[in-house]
């Protein structure tokens, strides 16, 4: 049966049974009794019953347990301290206890102002303050312009103070000793060299240029399309663009309805005013303010500081003394014992020896190089390699063949029916025999759908 690629261009039937046969089990040709190998995959079968199965795994029979010892350190007994306990504090003792009264507001009780006569007073600010004249202070920095120094900076650093130079000890090298090298030259010969056989080059296949050649005949340039279209018969489609009027030179004539409709208004320009010209005064400017016409001054000595006088100094004994110095006495603690265990290994007291064991162990060989695995020198055969392989011998190209709905009568094909599928059967008039590996063409073959 034939496999077409196409797609199908009626509804499947569910009713018809699919077949299983491929392409490759028609045409593959069979070669003597040779059979095909076997699967090595296991057949879908059920296990059978073979009894309860066993709880009991190789750990649990194998096991033993064993007693495990946990070391239990009991619990001391709790045993309460005789005497009673002193709750008393240093603040206790030293804490006078004072009677305590409600607290003064320090805040003036509301004044509330019903008078509603203008208030003369002088505020505080304008009374006492005077306005006084403050020259800037000069600096007295001396400008010295910088010097370099001409001598060389002497002082030492630390780093030169203590530091001593010492001589580094290299360590023995744990190299072994000088090996001899083979005697007599290296040989350097290798398979490639020894087995190579050198192969004339054939010169290399130069196709000569054609020379181009224009044809003596006329370039066909009608395509496929300008030669099968044929156009069908009809009307021709009318355009719908209007058509392009020419303005001759006699203006646009016709009115509109703003024209008619318009109704022309009288109407007046604005009046344009003059700004006045600019007269300066002639009179002097009254500078003369409430606040300086109403200002009374009167005399009042500026407020004491408040802040002591510079320069006052106690002759008497300074009072050091404070509470935490009169009140707080030492206790006598002792240091508490070191908690860390001695060492139960001693530390070594000698010197270092510096040797390993790799160093004390180790005794020094003599290196053989290793034998050559070079096979002996071979000759080339003069006998040319066989290439041939079993696929290139006995391989046989098969014909391939052409689908037979595409042109069926070129082909020698009839027109049988056609299925549910949309698949297109053909007979074959006059089958072809070749050869004695015949395989029989089916008598009905699908074609395109």
């Known amino acids: 049966r034939h496999r077409c690629c196409h797609q199908p261009t009626k509804i499947y039937e569910d009713s018809l049974q699919p077949c299983h046969k491929t392409e490759y089990l028609e045409k593959y040709p069979g070669y003597g009794n040779v059979c095909p190998p076997e699967s090595c995959k296991p057949k879908p079968q059920f296990p059978k019953d073979q009894g309860r199965m066993d709880g009991i795994s190789t750990f649990k029979s194998d096991y033993i347990p064993y007693e495990v010892k946990t070391p239990f350190r009991p619990q001391e007994e709790y045993r309460p301290k005789s005497g ?34 203008k ?69 350097g010969n290798t398979i490639h060299r020894t087995a190579y056989v050198v192969h004339e080059m ?69 009046e344009f005013r003059k700004p006045r010209e600019y007269v300066p005064p002639t009179d002097r400017m009254d500078l003369n303010s409430s606040n300086r016409l109403d200002y009374i001054s009167h005399k009042a000595a500026p407020r004491a500081p408040i802040r002591p006088t510079p320069g006052t100094k106690t002759t008497g004994p300074f009072q050091g003394k404070t509470t935490t110095q009169e009140d707080f006495q030492p206790w006598s603690a002792c240091p508490r014992g070191i908690i860390k265990k001695e060492p139960q290994i001693q530390k070594p007291t000698g010197r270092f020896s510096n040797l390993t064991t790799f160093r004390s162990h180790y005794v020094p060989h003599q290196a053989n190089p290793p ?68 395989n029989p063409i089916p008598k009905e073959v699908a074609g395109v759908s």
């Open 202 to 270: 054939e010169p290399v296949f130069v196709r000569p240029k054609e020379e181009y050649k224009p044809s003596d005949q006329p370039f066909e340039d009608i395509t496929t399309h300008q030669r099968d279209f044929k156009g069908a018969p009809g009307e021709q489609a009318k355009i719908c663009k209007p058509e392009s009027r020419r303005l001759g030179s006699d203006p646009f004539k016709g009115t509109t309805e703003f024209q008619d409709r318009y109704q022309p208004y009288l109407v007046t320009a604005p």
């Open 371 to 438: 034998p050559s695995f070079k096979p002996a020198h071979t000759v080339g055969t003069p006998v040319p390699f066989k290439d041939e392989t079993l696929y290139r011998t006995e391989y046989t190209p098969k014909k391939q063949e052409a689908c037979p709905g595409l042109h069926p009568d070129a082909l020698g094909y009839v027109y049988v029916n056609t299925d549910s599928q949309g698949h297109k059967f053909y007979r074959q008039v006059s089958p072809e025999r070749s050869g004695s590996n015949y």
């Open 119 to 187: 208030v003369d007073t002088i505020p505080t600010y304008r009374d006492h303050y005077k306005l006084l004249k403050s020259q800037r202070t000069e600096s007295c920095k001396v400008e010295r312009p910088y010097e370099p120094p001409s001598e060389r900076f002497g002082n030492p650093s630390t780093f030169q103070d203590d530091y001593i130079p010492r001589q580094p000890n290299p360590p023995q090298s744990c190299k072994p000793c000088d090996t001899k090298p083979p005697e007599g030259p290296f040989d």
């Open 84 to 117: 009673k306990i002193d709750l008393g504090t240093v603040y206790q003792r030293d804490y006078n206890p004072h009677k305590v009264g409600p607290v003064t507001l320090a805040r003036p009780r509301e004044r509330k102002h019903t008078s509603g006569a």
